[in-house]
Each structure stands twice: as C-alpha cells, then as structure tokens.
C-alpha cells in the first residue's frame, strides 16, 4: 500500500485523527468570520490591492506558494493516514490535484511577466486556510473510509457530483481564460469583459467556482467538502460583490443589467 511513514508516526496519525472534529468547528467559525468582515473590508490583492497591509511579493510567487500548498497538503495527508489508494480515491485525488495544480502551477505561470503585488499577510492567510482545508479533506477518508467501496462509482452522488465539479472546472478555467485575454487584445489595465457567463454577472470565475466545490461536496458527501463549498462562497461572495461594485465606479458602459455573482439573481 502506498504510504508515508514518519518518525513517530503512529503518535502523529492519532493526534490529527483526535484533532479531527474539532478542527471542522475551527473551519465552519472561519467561514462565517470571513463573511462578516469581508462586507467591511476588500481583500486587498488584484484590483483592490493598496497600502497599508505590510510588505508584499509578487502576485504570481504569493498565488504559488498558497495555491502550492493546498495542491500538497491534501494528498499528504491521504497518504499519511494510509488511505488506501484505490481507482476511486485516485479519482478523488485527481479531481483535488487537477484543480490546484492549475491554479498553482499554469495560473502563477500565465501571470509570470506580470508587476502585479500581493501582501505576504494575505498569501500567510491563505497558506493557513489552505493547510486546514487540506487537512481536513485528506483525513476526511481516513476517518470516514467506510463509505468509498466500489459501489460509490455507481452511487447517484458520486456521478451527479463528478459531472457538477466538471461543469463547475470547466467554467472558472473559461472564465478566467476570458479575462486573461482582455489584457492580451487591450492592452494592459482593466476591460469589461463581454464573452461568455461575463455577459450576466461581475465574478462568473467565482460562481462557476462556488459550483466546482458543491460538487466535489456532493460527489464525496463529506462534512468538509460541505465546508469548502461554504467558505468558498463565504469568501468569493462579497469580492464578487465588491469587483461589481468596482466595475460600476469605474466603468460608466458597465452593463446595468449586469448581477455580480449569480445569473438573473444577484
Ligand atoms: N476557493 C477560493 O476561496 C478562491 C479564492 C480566491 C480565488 N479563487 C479562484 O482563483 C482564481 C483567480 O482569482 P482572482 O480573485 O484573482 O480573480 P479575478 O479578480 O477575477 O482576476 C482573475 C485574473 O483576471 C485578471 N482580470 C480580472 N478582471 C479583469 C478585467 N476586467 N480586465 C483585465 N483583466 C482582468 C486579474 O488581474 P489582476 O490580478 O491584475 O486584477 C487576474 O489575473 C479564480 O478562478 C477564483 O475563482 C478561489
């Protein structure tokens, strides 16, 4: 079976079994906490980067090495706990590193020639979030491994969830595609997007994103994943409200009829 053993690692794998509920009370306070103060202030990277938050990096090393550690803590701890790898796990594992090794692989790659900063307190921030999200997925099947025999292939939540988290990739990569290309037909700065689900709403990357993690969610049925798809929105929400906001200022073509995060809605 394929595994990492530690020094210790008997004593390591039953602290983080034993740490387990509580840190899923830890990550649920989190998501509410970034809710709240993310209506009272924009998290200063991207457009809403400004003084005021300490040194910075340059954004595409801050987007690497948060992105880098959520693309191996996960897998880590699978491997830690010695899950067994079997042509399931391997889909789960391959849906988990197909998504974070595109944003911290490709994603800081496409922006390498850019002078953008991010503070290092917000790349600190999403280090944290990512070591505890990674963690608590990861050792989601090692707690609750009693659920994943071959019969979840063929379960309604795995293959509805699979085929959302797909419909969910597919849409952030083409979004995040489009805004990309605003720069290489424009010029630098920033554009109004007019191609695809940029159409009907401000943040549809952020949408399309909130969807991929309620599918993965649905398709592993864990608390955590639930817990993913929560924060995910608890922290995408209010910076699609806030880039909507943005666009408006800035922008007196902006569509009027345009929403910020969810089609028709809002
Ligand atoms: N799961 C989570 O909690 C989470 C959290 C954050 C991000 N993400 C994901 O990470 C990806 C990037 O996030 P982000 O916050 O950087 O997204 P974003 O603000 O929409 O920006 C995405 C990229 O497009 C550029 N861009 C955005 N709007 C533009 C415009 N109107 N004209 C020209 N260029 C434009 C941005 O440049 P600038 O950087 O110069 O603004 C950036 O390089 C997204 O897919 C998002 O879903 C996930």
Redesign the pocket.
């Known amino acids: 079976m394929l595994r990492i053993d530690v020094p210790g690692g008997s004593y390591l794998i039953e602290t983080l079994t034993a740490f387990y509920p509580t840190s899923l009370w830890i990550y649920a306070a989190i998501g509410v906490c970034t809710f709240i103060a993310l209506f009272f202030i924009d998290a200063p ?3 809403h980067m400004r003084a005021g938050w300490g040194p910075s990096i340059s ?1 595409s090393l801050g987007w690497f090495m948060m992105e880098g550690v959520a693309l191996l803590v996960m897998p880590v701890c699978v491997l830690l706990a010695g899950v067994e790898i079997t042509p399931l796990m391997l889909v789960f594992l391959l849906m988990w590193c197909g998504h974070y090794g595109n ?1 911290a692989l490709c ?1 800081p790659w496409r ?1 390498r020639d ?1 002078t ?1 900063q991010m503070p290092i307190v917000i790349m600190l921030m999403a280090v944290f979030y990512n070591i505890l999200n990674g963690y608590t997925n990861g050792w989601h099947f090692l707690v609750n491994n009693h659920m994943y025999d071959n019969s979840w292939f063929t379960d309604p939540r795995f293959i509805i969830g699979v085929l959302i988290f797909l419909t969910g990739a597919f849409v ?1 990569m083409r ?2 595609q489009i ?2 290309r ?2 290489e037909e424009n010029g630098p ?5 007019e191609k695809g689900l940029h159409r009907y709403v401000a ?1 549809p ?2 949408f ?2 909130i969807i991929e ?1 309620i599918g993965w969610a649905i398709a592993t049925w864990s608390l955590p994943g639930a817990l993913f798809a929560f ?2 929105f608890c ?2 929400a209010p ?1 699609a409200g806030a ?1 909507h906001a943005w666009y408006q200022r800035t922008f007196p073509e902006y569509p009027r009829q345009r929403k910020a995060l969810i089609p028709y809605v809002w």
């Open positions: 990277y991207g457009r954004a944003r994603d922006m850019s953008k952030n979004s995040d805004l990309r605003l720069r700065g920033y554009h109004i997007p943040s990357n952020y399309a994103e993690w924060y995910t922290n995408l910076r880039h």
